[in-house]
C-alpha cells in the first residue's frame, strides 16, 4: 500500500489477503513484481493466484500505479474511448489554480506549480483527441489527472513522443511563458476610457489565474510583436460578492485603460467580437497565505492600480474569517476615472468590515471627499493599526511612481517590508 493511496477507503473491499511473511511461489513462469512488471502480467498472476477475474475497482489501482519512485512522476493508461495521464505530484494542497493544461494539435502540455518550480508534461500525442478534456485533482494526495477523449476508438500502443522539455522539474522563472490563442467574447465600457474585456479560452485549455497574479496579451502589431501584461477580474462585484461559474473557468475578464495613443491599447480597442489573441500562463508571487494571516488589510490603488484588489476583495471578504478590516484607498484624477465607484460603495453598505475612501487630484469644485496625492499625511490618516499588535498586510498597486512613493511613505511610518506587497508586472 503506497502512501498516495487511500487504503481504508479505496481498498479495504479489495483486499485479496494479507501479504504472507515467507514468499510464496507464483505458478512457474510467472514474475511478479508491482514496480517492473507489466499490467497485462500483472492481471494474469491475480487470475491464476485468485482464480476469478480481476474486481474493476482494483483493476483501476492497479493502472494508475506510477512507474517511478521520483519526487514527481507521471504515467498513463486507456479505455476505449479515454486517455489518462495521472501526474503524481506527492504534494499537498495541490488545486486547479496550480494547474494549467493546453491540447493543441495534438500536442498536449501540462504544467504543475509547486513552490517556486514548475513541472512539466509534454508530448506529442500518438493519435487525435477531441477538442474538451477534463482536469481531476486530488487535493490531499497530489494527484492530477488529465482526461482526454480519442477521437477514434482505437487501442493506443503509446501515450505519444516525448518533447525536450516533458517530464522536467525546474525554477518557474526559467521555464518561460506559454500561450493560447482565446477569441474575444465581449467588450463593454466601465468609464470613459476603459472597456472590459472577455476572453474565451480554448476548450482544449485548463487555465484558472491564481488571486494576485497576472498574464500577458501578445499581439502582433505592424509586424512586431508587443506583449503587455494585465491582472485578470471578476465581471463585475455582486452583492453576494461570489464569483460566477462561466463554464468552468472558460473565460478571462480582463480591465484595461485604452491610451489615445498607446500603440498596444488602441489595437486592443480595435478588435471585433469573434477575433483572437494570444495569452499567457498566469505569473506572480503572491502568496494566499499572506492574507490568512493577516487581521487587517489595507489595499492602496491608483487608476487601473485597482484591478488586483479585485480578485484579493472577493478572496477576503469571502474565505478569510479572521480578517476585522478591509480598506481601500483608491486614488484617481477626477470622479469619472473612478471604476466601479457604485459597486464598491454598494459592497461597503453589505460588508461592514469593508471600507472604500476615494482621493482625487483633480477633482472638481462640487467634490466633497478627500483630494491631493498619495503622501505620508494622507496615509497616515487611512493606514492605521486598530490595535498594537494587529497582522496587518498592505497591498499596493499603480504607476510605478505612485507605487515607490507609497512604500517610502509606509515605511517612514513604522510597516516593515514583510507587512508590504506591492504588485509589479
Same mark, same amino acid.
Not at 207 to 225: C, D, F, N, S
Not at 339 to 355: I, P, T
Given at each position: 500500500?503506497?502512501?498516495?493511496?487511500?487504503?481504508?477507503?479505496?481498498?479495504?473491499?479489495?483486499?485479496?489477503g494479507?501479504?504472507?511473511?515467507?514468499?510464496?511461489?507464483?505458478p512457474?513462469?510467472?514474475?511478479?513484481?508491482?514496480?517492473?512488471?507489466?499490467?497485462?502480467?500483472?492481471?494474469?498472476?491475480y487470475?491464476?493466484?485468485?482464480?476469478?477475474?480481476?474486481?474493476?475497482?482494483?483493476?483501476?489501482?492497479?493502472?494508475?500505479?506510477p512507474?517511478?519512485?521520483?519526487?514527481?512522476?507521471c504515467?498513463?493508461?486507456?479505455?476505449?474511448?479515454?486517455?489518462?495521464?495521472?501526474?503524481?505530484?506527492?504534494?499537498?494542497?495541490?488545486?486547479?489554480?496550480?494547474?494549467?493544461?493546453?491540447?493543441?494539435?495534438?500536442?498536449?502540455?501540462g504544467?504543475?506549480i509547486?513552490?517556486?518550480?514548475?513541472?512539466?508534461?509534454?508530448?506529442?500525442?500518438?493519435?487525435?483527441?477531441?477538442?474538451?478534456l477534463?482536469v481531476?485533482?486530488?487535493?490531499?494526495?497530489?494527484?492530477?489527472?488529465i482526461?482526454?477523449?480519442?477521437?477514434?476508438?482505437?487501442?493506443?500502443?503509446?501515450?505519444?513522443?516525448?518533447?525536450e522539455?516533458?517530464?522536467?522539474?525546474?525554477?518557474?522563472?526559467?521555464?518561460?511563458?506559454?500561450?493560447?490563442?482565446?477569441?474575444?467574447?465581449?467588450?463593454?465600457?466601465?468609464?470613459?476610457?476603459?472597456?472590459?474585456?472577455?476572453?474565451?479560452?480554448?476548450?482544449?485549455?485548463?487555465?484558472?489565474?491564481?488571486?494576485?497574479?497576472?498574464?500577458?496579451?501578445?499581439?502582433?502589431?505592424?509586424?512586431?510583436?508587443?506583449?503587455?501584461?494585465?491582472?485578470?477580474?471578476?465581471?463585475?462585484?455582486?452583492?453576494?460578492?461570489?464569483?460566477p461559474?462561466?463554464?468552468?473557468?472558460?473565460?478571462?475578464?480582463?480591465?484595461?485603460?485604452?491610451?489615445?495613443?498607446?500603440?498596444?491599447?488602441?489595437?486592443?480597442?480595435?478588435?471585433?467580437?469573434?477575433?483572437y489573441?494570444?495569452?499567457?500562463?498566469?505569473?506572480?508571487?503572491?502568496?494566499?497565505?499572506?492574507?490568512?494571516?493577516?487581521?487587517e488589510?489595507?489595499?492602496?490603488?491608483?487608476?487601473?492600480?485597482?484591478?488586483?484588489? *479585485? /480578485? #484579493?476583495l472577493? @478572496?477576503?471578504? =469571502? &474565505?478569510?474569517?479572521? %480578517?476585522?478590516? *478591509? /480598506? #481601500?484607498?483608491? @486614488?484617481?484624477? =477626477? &470622479?469619472?476615472?473612478? %471604476?466601479?465607484?457604485?459597486? #464598491?460603495?454598494?459592497?461597503?453598505?453589505?460588508?461592514?468590515?469593508?471600507?472604500?475612501?476615494?482621493? #482625487?487630484?483633480?477633482?472638481?469644485k462640487?467634490?466633497?471627499?478627500?483630494?491631493?496625492?498619495?503622501?505620508?499625511?494622507?496615509?497616515?490618516?487611512?493606514?492605521?493599526?486598530?490595535r498594537?499588535?494587529?497582522?496587518?498586510?498592505?497591498?499596493?498597486?499603480?504607476p510605478?511612481?505612485?507605487?515607490?512613493?507609497?512604500?517610502?511613505?509606509?515605511?517612514?511610518?513604522?510597516?516593515?517590508?514583510?507587512?508590504?506587497?506591492?504588485?509589479?508586472?
Amino acid at each position: 500500500v503506497h502512501r498516495w493511496v487511500n487504503y481504508e477507503s479505496m481498498l479495504k473491499e479489495c483486499l485479496v489477503g494479507r501479504m504472507a511473511v515467507k514468499p510464496i511461489a507464483a505458478p512457474k513462469g510467472i514474475t511478479f513484481h508491482v514496480l517492473t512488471a507489466s499490467y497485462d502480467l500483472l492481471l494474469l498472476t491475480y487470475f491464476l493466484t485468485v482464480g476469478q477475474p480481476v474486481p474493476f475497482r482494483l483493476l483501476m489501482t492497479l493502472l494508475s500505479i506510477p512507474c517511478s519512485l521520483g519526487n514527481t512522476s507521471c504515467d498513463w493508461f486507456q479505455t476505449d474511448s479515454l486517455i489518462t495521464v495521472v501526474i503524481y505530484t506527492k504534494q499537498k494542497d495541490v488545486n486547479a489554480e496550480l494547474v494549467t493544461v493546453d491540447c493543441q494539435d495534438r500536442r498536449l502540455r501540462g504544467e504543475i506549480i509547486m513552490e517556486d518550480h514548475s513541472y512539466l508534461v509534454e508530448v506529442d500525442l500518438d493519435h487525435a483527441v477531441q477538442e474538451d478534456l477534463a482536469v481531476n485533482i486530488a487535493e490531499k494526495v497530489g494527484k492530477v489527472e488529465i482526461i482526454l477523449k480519442k477521437k477514434d476508438n482505437i487501442h493506443w500502443k503509446m501515450l505519444g513522443k516525448p518533447l525536450e522539455s516533458h517530464n522536467t522539474f525546474i525554477k518557474r522563472m526559467d521555464r518561460g511563458l506559454f500561450y493560447r490563442k482565446c477569441k474575444l467574447a465581449s467588450k463593454t465600457e466601465v468609464t470613459h476610457d476603459t472597456k472590459l474585456f472577455c476572453l474565451m479560452l480554448p476548450k482544449s485549455t485548463h487555465l484558472h489565474v491564481p488571486t494576485g497574479q497576472h498574464v500577458y496579451l501578445k499581439q502582433i502589431i505592424a509586424g512586431r510583436e508587443v506583449v503587455k501584461p494585465y491582472t485578470p477580474v471578476l465581471p463585475f462585484l455582486p452583492l453576494n460578492f461570489k464569483e460566477p461559474s462561466c463554464h468552468g473557468g472558460a473565460h478571462i475578464y480582463l480591465m484595461i485603460k485604452i491610451y489615445s495613443c498607446g500603440l498596444f491599447t488602441q489595437a486592443l480597442d480595435h478588435l471585433q467580437i469573434g477575433d483572437y489573441i494570444s495569452l499567457s500562463n498566469p505569473e506572480g508571487n503572491f502568496k494566499k497565505s499572506q492574507v490568512q494571516t493577516s487581521e487587517e488589510l489595507f489595499l492602496l490603488a491608483a487608476g487601473t492600480g485597482f484591478t488586483p484588489m *479585485v /480578485k #484579493l476583495l472577493n @478572496f477576503a471578504l =469571502t &474565505e478569510v474569517s479572521c %480578517l476585522r478590516t *478591509v /480598506k #481601500l484607498i483608491f @486614488f484617481n484624477k =477626477t &470622479e469619472d476615472d473612478v %471604476l466601479w465607484r457604485n459597486q #464598491l460603495e454598494q459592497l461597503a453598505l453589505k460588508d461592514e468590515r469593508f471600507e472604500v475612501q476615494f482621493i #482625487l487630484s483633480q477633482p472638481t469644485k462640487d467634490w466633497v471627499g478627500k483630494q491631493g496625492k498619495i503622501s505620508s499625511s494622507l496615509l497616515f490618516e487611512f493606514v492605521k493599526r486598530s490595535r498594537k499588535d494587529s497582522k496587518v498586510l498592505i497591498c499596493i498597486c499603480g504607476p510605478t511612481p505612485f507605487t515607490e512613493q507609497g512604500v517610502q511613505y509606509l515605511k517612514d511610518l513604522g510597516y516593515s517590508q514583510e507587512e508590504i506587497h506591492t504588485f509589479i508586472a
